[in-house]
């Protein structure tokens, strides 16, 4: 057996076998000339003799996978120099394990186009389905729309015939009246053949009124019919331009498109906006027939109240004389009315007097309660002013009656000095200390002195750098002034008076201007 053919490009990417190079395809023993016949099992025609082999049976293959004739993977193959003759493709055989590679590579595109088939079939089976929906819908928005337009129809045609009712009957009672109008018919038979000729009068009469009545009925029957046949014409024809003049406008909006992204209206939403404009042309046909309806039933009964308001002398409705006595009691009623008018208008002039009187004495009751209200206000204030002084004046007498037992108290342990020697002894006591008082003042104006001077001869030995600065003291450069010494003034403070006369008398005077009260007890001429 022949070798496979050898692939010399081993970049070329694997592909699935080419219609040139079928893996059906099979080669068979050469022929007893030489020349080799290539047998197509599937059926195909035998291939020419000394034909060159397929394009793709010589096409170069990826390393390490089969050429395109089903062939092993070549290696090491080298590639033909530029210009040398390729020689004529032998027959290609293939081995076992190359032919059940072919037959699953043929299995696998078999299931690939059955897989395509059935995907090809499922989306035309969806479009099938669709457009069946959409007939489906488009069959059921038309079979509303005739039931609608026939349900419009119904109420009209039931409304017409509810005012050809009417109108009949007002016709019947219009013949009725004619009739009592009319004279009786043979009318000397009655008291000539007596009651035969009585009865075949009425008989007569009867049979007359019947004739007429049908004549007048079927004569307005086919004025009926005619006007009914125009109408539906006319609304067969108005309702037909009205559709196609829909259709017209809808297949416009179908076939528009936006002018910047050239995209149509999507279905749902011209479905949508088509739904409710039908719904609304439906429901203004209902108003309409509904309109047209009351506008008829005004009309009649317009038509009523004018044919009350008539007299009706023919009929025999209404006297003359009673037409004089109802009008002598409409102006009594009329004198009546006014009278009442009259009163009503006094008693709301009254009533409005009052009502304005009320309005005034509310305002100034109003008034008065701010009023009374200020005055209430300032006599709290006064209230609350008169508890606080009257708690001072507790507070005040309290502390006079403690003042005055204090001052019973020191009144009661007051001593009387009558010695001239002790009296000398405490003045001498007295000059000794102030003169102690003076001399601790002059030391301690010669100690600030001192102090700093120190200051001084330190500031000059630091600014000779004789002696390192310590931190800065702040000392003051002016003397302290020297207090006064009065006579009296002591280091622990003013002198007391004997028997502390001073001091009781000053806290009396003190509480006495306090209280507005004359002092009980006078110290200073004691």
Request: hydrophobic share 35%.
């Amino acid at each position: 057996m022949a070798e496979p053919a050898k692939t010399s490009n081993p970049a070329e990417a694997v592909g699935p076998p080419t219609s040139a190079a079928a893996p059906d395809d099979v080669s068979v023993n050469p022929s007893p000339s030489g020349d080799t016949a290539a047998a197509n099992p599937a059926g195909g025609a035998p291939a020419a003799v000394g034909a060159p082999a397929p394009a793709a049976a010589t096409a170069p293959s990826a390393e390490g996978a089969p050429s395109a004739a089903g062939g092993p993977p070549s290696e090491g193959a080298l590639t033909p120099p530029a210009g040398a003759a390729v020689p004529p493709a032998g027959p290609v055989e293939f081995t076992p394990e190359e032919l059940e590679a072919i037959e699953q590579e043929r299995i696998r595109l078999e299931e690939e186009a059955k897989q395509q088939e059935l995907e090809r079939m499922r989306v035309e089976d969806l479009r099938i389905r669709k457009l069946d929906k959409q007939r489906k819908l488009e069959e059921e928005e038309g079979k509303r729309i005739v039931a609608a337009r026939l349900r419009v129809l119904a109420e009209f045609q039931k409304e017409e015939i509810n005012a050809m009712t009417q109108e009949s009957l007002e016709l019947q009672k219009r013949v009725v009246a004619l009739q009592k109008k009319r004279k009786s018919v043979n009318a000397e038979q009655f008291t000539l053949e007596g009651q035969d000729a009585y009865y075949y009068a009425r008989l007569r009469k009867w049979n007359e009124t019947k004739y007429e009545f049908s004549r007048m009925k079927d004569e307005f029957d086919k004025k009926i019919d005619n006007v009914r046949d125009k109408l539906q014409e006319k609304t067969d024809e108005s309702n037909a331009r009205h559709e196609g003049l829909i259709h017209y406008f809808w297949k416009i909006a179908r076939e528009s498109q936006d002018v910047v992204s050239f995209q149509r209206i999507p279905k749902r939403v011209l479905q949508e906006l088509e739904q409710e404009e039908r719904d609304s042309i439906a429901e203004l046909q209902a108003v309409r027939s509904r309109g047209r309806l009351l506008k008829k039933q005004l009309a009649k009964l317009e038509l009523k109240l004018a044919l009350k308001d008539q007299l009706q002398l023919e009929t025999g409705n209404l006297h003359l004389v009673d037409y004089e006595q109802l009008k002598m009691e409409n102006e009594s009623l009329n004198q009546k009315i006014q009278m009442k008018n009259e009163a009503l208008s006094t008693l709301r002039k009254k009533t409005a007097f009052l009502v304005h009187t009320l309005q005034h004495v509310r305002e100034k009751l109003q008034f008065l309660a701010v009023g009374c209200e200020e005055k209430g206000q300032e006599l709290e204030n006064f209230d609350k002013a008169l508890h606080g002084g009257r708690i001072k004046n507790s507070h005040i007498k309290t502390s006079i009656v403690n003042m005055n037992r204090k001052c019973d108290a020191l009144a009661r342990g007051v001593v009387y000095i009558k010695s001239p020697m002790i009296w000398d002894d405490m003045e001498y006591q007295r000059e000794d200390i102030e003169t102690e008082e003076q001399t601790f003042q002059d030391l301690k104006r010669r100690y600030h002195d001192f102090t700093i001077k120190i200051q001084e001869y330190r500031n000059c030995l630091y600014g000779l750098k004789a002696i390192p600065q310590p931190i800065k003291k702040v000392f003051a450069r002016e003397r302290p002034p020297t207090p006064p010494v009065e006579r009296g003034s002591l280091r622990w403070g003013t002198r007391r008076e004997v028997l502390g006369q001073m001091v009781v008398k000053g806290m009396v005077d003190l509480m006495a201007e306090q209280s507005g009260v004359k002092p009980k007890y006078d110290f200073g001429s004691s």
